[in-house]
T-cell receptor, first 113, second 114 residues
Framework: GAGVSQTPSNKVTEKGKYVELRCDPISGHTALYWYRQSLGQGPEFLIYFQGTGAADDSGLPNDRFFAVRPEGSVSTLKIQRTERGDSAVYLC???????????FGPGTRLTVT | GNSVTQMEGPVTLSEEAFLTINCTYTATGYPSLFWYVQYPGEGLQLLLKATKADDKGSNKGFEATYRKETTSFHLEKGSVQVSDSAVYFCALSEVRGGYQKVTFGTGTKLQVIP
């Protein structure tokens, strides 16, 4: 069946611009996670959704980052006033429930120039 | 807090060589341990896991044993292939705040040459 998908696969934007990154989880998965993977590093947790609500957003680096999941399926990670330090691969994962194995998408590579 | 430390890469091996990638962890509770693999241009894939002490996870010829006494989960393979070239991430997860919170190591790049 279909796995986790993310769009776009690559995004280049100028410093100061606003970007949206989309994640389509595996159908039926109630839990959704966003991670950020900087060059040469492992993924770092950003936010976790259970259903429509953000149950843990403690990993979001600052208030320029925001994520939504309005219908409990697709999620969008939003970054305002992008900075060069935001350049990274943003990974999305989903799991059947909050304690299940996480399945990862291919990521969106964000480059801020 | 929880942390994972794995050996730095890149690791370059000839085909059919023996592979070890070291991983140690620090955790406050009783985590599950994982190895993920990221092939070029692809997403993270779960390679193997172990959920309690002395468990051995295995898949595709790779194996790792959960060693509580040394807080380690070293990845091994007896004979690597060119197709094993990828980045390998050690990770742990614990149920925190009612969900699986995963902590990753920095990754080890493996290059296997023919």
């Amino acid at each position: 069946g279909a796995g986790v998908s993310q769009t776009p696969s690559n995004k280049v934007t100028e410093k100061g611009k606003y970007v949206e990154l989309r994640c389509d989880p595996i159908s039926g998965h109630t839990a959704l996670y966003w991670y950020r993977q900087s060059l040469g590093q492992g993924p770092e947790f950003l936010i976790y959704f259970q259903g429509t609500g953000a149950a843990d957003d403690s990993g979001l680096p600052n208030d320029r980052f925001f994520a939504v999941r309005p219908e409990g399926s697709v999620s969008t990670l939003k970054i305002q006033r992008t900075e060069r330090g935001d350049s990274a691969v943003y990974l999305c994962a989903s799991s059947q429930d909050r304690e299940g194995e996480q399945y990862f998408g291919p990521g969106t590579r964000l480059t801020v120039t | 807090g929880n942390s994972v430390t794995q050996m730095e890469g890149p690791v370059t091996l000839s085909e059919e060589a023996f592979l070890t990638i070291n991983c140690t962890y620090t955790a406050t509770g009783y985590p599950s341990l994982f190895w993920y693999v990221q092939y070029p241009g692809e997403g993270l894939q779960l390679l193997l896991k172990a959920t309690k002490a002395d468990d051995k996870g295995s898949n595709k010829g790779f194996e790792a044993t959960y060693r509580k006494e040394t807080t380690s989960f070293h990845l091994e393979k007896g004979s690597v292939q060119v197709s094993d070239s990828a980045v390998y991430f050690c990770a742990l997860s614990e149920v925190r705040g009612g969900y699986q919170k995963v902590t990753f190591g920095t990754g080890t790049k493996l290059q296997v040459i023919p």
